[in-house]
T-cell receptor
Framework: ETGVTQTPRHLVMGMTNKKSLKCEQH?????MYWYKQSAKKPLELMFV???????ENNSVPSRFSPECPNSSHLFLHLHTLQPEDSALYLC???????????????FGSGTRLTVV | GEDVEQSLFLSVREGDSSVINCTYTDSSSTYLYWYKQEPGAGLQLLTYIFSNMDMKQDQRLTVLLNKKDKHLSLRIADTQTGDSAIYFC?????????????FGKGTKLSVKP
């Protein structure tokens, strides 16, 4: 597979559940990102990893826990979420954080999360 | 104000030209981008322009950059129903928070047959 792949595409979870979102890229990129997209805030940056190290955490609640075991994989672990966390969660990657050129970011198709 | 501003909605008839406008605040940006998001999908890079260019044309797409006014536009010629989507303007920025690609809120383009 090429590009950025996100699984699952859709997820419905209860507020007491624990689930994980997965993102994988085969582009040889070194930076990966999690975004939240909702009607209230169209594109909200959550976390940034560069060479597996977290470089940004934009005041995200601790019920969201990212993990980046290597430059190709990124996870978002979810637990005790609230209904307002329902959104489209997008993963993106780029060559290197801090040096965006013509390629910009490459996005996955997203995981549509519904918290009930 | 916002780093990148776009109008939220645009409606055109099939076959007409669409012009989506964007203003930004960071004059040090070297690349400016247009992304397209179709329903239920992620963002797809449509085109980009380097900051030393005024115009870039790619088939039906024309990007105009006015660096003095920090204004970017995307013109879609002969708009089709398949062009219905949300279009995001973005620019690169070094340092600071929010990552180094700054996005606008997106313009929803509706194409009526």
């Amino acid at each position: 597979e090429t590009g950025v792949t996100q699984t699952p595409r859709h997820l419905v979870m209860g507020m007491t559940n624990k689930k994980s979102l997965k993102c994988e890229q085969h582009l040889g990129h070194n930076a990966m990102y999690w975004y939240k997209q909702s009607a209230k805030k169209p594109l909200e940056l959550m976390f940034v990893y560069n060479f597996k190290e977290q470089t940004e955490n934009n005041s995200v609640p601790s019920r969201f826990s990212p993990e980046c075991p290597n430059s190709s994989h990124l996870f978002l672990h979810l637990h005790t979420l609230q209904p307002e966390d329902s959104a489209l969660y997008l993963c993106a990657s780029s060559q290197t954080y801090g040096r965006q050129g013509a390629d910009g970011y490459t996005f996955g198709s997203g995981t549509r999360l519904t918290v009930v | 104000g916002e780093d990148v501003e776009q109008s939220l909605f645009l409606s055109v008839r099939e076959g007409d030209s669409s012009v989506i406008n964007c203003t930004y605040t960071d004059s040090s940006s070297t690349y400016l981008y247009w992304y397209k998001q179709e329903p239920g999908a992620g963002l797809q890079l449509l085109t980009y322009i380097f900051s030393n260019m005024d115009m870039k044309q790619d088939q039906r797409l024309t990007v105009l950059l006015n660096k003095k006014d920090k204004h970017l536009s995307l013109r879609i010629a002969d708009t089709q129903t398949g062009d219905s989507a949300i279009y995001f303007c973005a620019h690169n920025r070094y340092g600071g928070s929010q990552g180094n690609l700054i996005f606008g809120k997106g313009t929803k383009l509706s194409v009526k047959p």
